[in-house]
């Protein structure tokens, strides 16, 4: 599957943006997709995942409650809507994806076999 992120930019802290995740070669709906992000200096982390059966949501603890991810499985597309931005959501956004997943390692990296080739998301202060 090849997976394209987009929708990065620069927006001011408190603002919003929204990432979108097109895939294709694969029926979506049977895919789980997943959002990480890394930061200048620091290691990739998890930030979101959306389990293929529609049923799990994950979201690490520093964006609960800001960041929303959804899919759209008509479009091939998975989204993450990010609101409430802060100056430490600096980070390329990677879009993630595995067409088999059990729902204990949504947050797990090598559990993704297909990434997108991440779009940069720059807040300021």
């Known amino acids: 599957v090849q997976l394209q992120a987009f929708g990065g930019g620069l927006v001011q802290a408190g603002g919003s943006l929204r990432l979108s995740c097109a895939a294709s070669?694969?029926?979506?709906?049977?895919?789980?997709v997943a959002w990480f992000r890394q930061a200048p200096g620091k290691e990739r982390e998890f930030v979101a995942a959306?389990?293929?059966?529609?049923?799990?949501?994950l979201y690490a603890d520093s964006v609960k409650g800001r960041f929303t991810i959804s899919r759209d499985n008509a479009k091939n597309t998975g989204y993450l809507q990010m609101n409430s931005l802060r100056p430490e959501d600096t980070a390329v956004y990677y879009c993630?994806?595995?067409?088999?997943?059990?729902?204990?390692?949504?947050?797990?990296?090598?559990?993704?076999?297909?990434w997108g080739q991440g779009t940069q998301v720059t807040v300021s202060s």
């Open positions: 993630a994806g595995s067409p088999s997943m059990i729902q204990s390692n949504l947050a797990s990296q090598t559990a993704y076999v297909d």
């Open positions: 070669g694969r029926t979506f709906r049977a895919y789980t």
């Open positions: 959306t389990h293929r059966s529609g049923g799990k949501l």
